[in-house]
């Protein structure tokens, strides 16, 4: 019998399950569990004769798990991770093509292959950074900022919570001033003025808005999307699109890289869903890592 630690965030999405019934569903499929609630002490205390970790949450769970496996020991036991979805967005389940049922979720476990992902890791701030998802300058972070001031305003409802956040995000770019942002990805020079800079290991990023179509989290390269004020005017027809629920042929300007330096005029920066305080014009560099985490996916 598999043996799996479960990490639950009780309160993800829109709370969907008890401790009781994610229990239930996953020793029904013939898995001995251990529950641990990620709001809760001593819950990253991962026992060696387990098989693999559960993550049952958003995005924010994925990637407060991932800090707690980076921080292990290199000769300590790494596990194989399975997603179960509860967040709003859940962009690193959507890259991992990972939906549906829960009860389906589970069942595949039985026959998965592993996917390698990779991480980036951020040099030249105070403290060593990285991230799964997107690490970026300009309008994401700006969203992020005006979205905690709304927290208490949101609905509880997935979808109401991404349209909203697309209507900020809209609301951000009319008014955002595009600031001049030097970009060099694998020794070559991007530089310009910008509204968005950011630098993609998953597909989608926010609210589950699909910027990098075939990025691929294990294939060793970033996508850097590029956004410039030249492009401002067709960005706010692609959220108005996204708002409404058509589809748009906008493409993003994508570059493949390894390693990227970047230098931003603004202050407003992210790594996945945290803020990061920057000084202004102070240069970072971000270099891929390739294959830190693997993946549960169904075959």
């Known amino acids: 019998m598999k043996r799996a630690q479960l990490l639950h965030n009780p309160g993800a999405g829109e709370k969907d399950f008890s401790k009781e019934e ?54 300590d036991k790494q596990f194989p991770i399975a997603l179960l979805p509860h967040g709003t967005a859940n962009n690193v389940a959507t890259t991992l093509n990972i939906s549906g049922e829960v009860t389906d979720i589970v069942r595949s476990w039985h026959k998965f292959k592993l996917k390698e992902f990779d991480i980036g890791k951020v040099l030249g701030l105070k403290e060593e950074v990285f991230f ?41 770019v009319l008014a955002y001033e595009p600031r001049q942002c030097k970009v060099i990805a694998d020794d070559v020079d991007y530089s310009g003025k910008y509204i968005l800079v950011e630098i993609m290991n998953t597909t989608s990023i926010g609210p589950n808005l699909g910027l990098s179509g075939s990025g691929d989290p294990g294939d060793g390269v970033f996508e850097l999307v590029l956004v410039s004020e030249d492009n401002q005017r067709k960005f706010e027809k692609f959220l108005l699109n996204r708002i409404s629920g058509q589809e748009d042929n906008y493409s993003f300007s994508k570059i ?44």
């Open 132 to 172: 799964l998802e997107g690490f970026g300058f300009g309008v994401f972070p700006k969203l992020m900022k005006v979205m905690q001031k709304l927290e208490d305003e949101l609905s509880d409802d997935r979808d109401e919570k991404i349209k909203t956040a697309r209507e900020v995000l809209h609301d951000v």
């Open 22 to 75: 994610l229990t239930k569903i996953i020793e029904n499929e013939g898995f001995d569990v251990t529950y641990s609630s990620v709001r809760k002490d001593g819950w990253d205390n991962f026992k060696d004769e387990i098989d693999f970790i559960i993550v049952a949450g958003g995005d924010g769970t994925v990637r407060q798990t991932a800090k707690a496996l980076v921080n292990r020991k290199v000769l």
């Open 256 to 299: 493949t890289a390894k390693k990227i330096q970047i230098s931003w005029e603004g202050k407003d920066v992210h790594a996945d869903d945290e803020l990061l305080k920057i000084d202004k014009k102070s240069e970072v560099s971000v270099e891929i890592m390739p294959g830190v985490f693997e993946f549960m996916i169904p075959e």
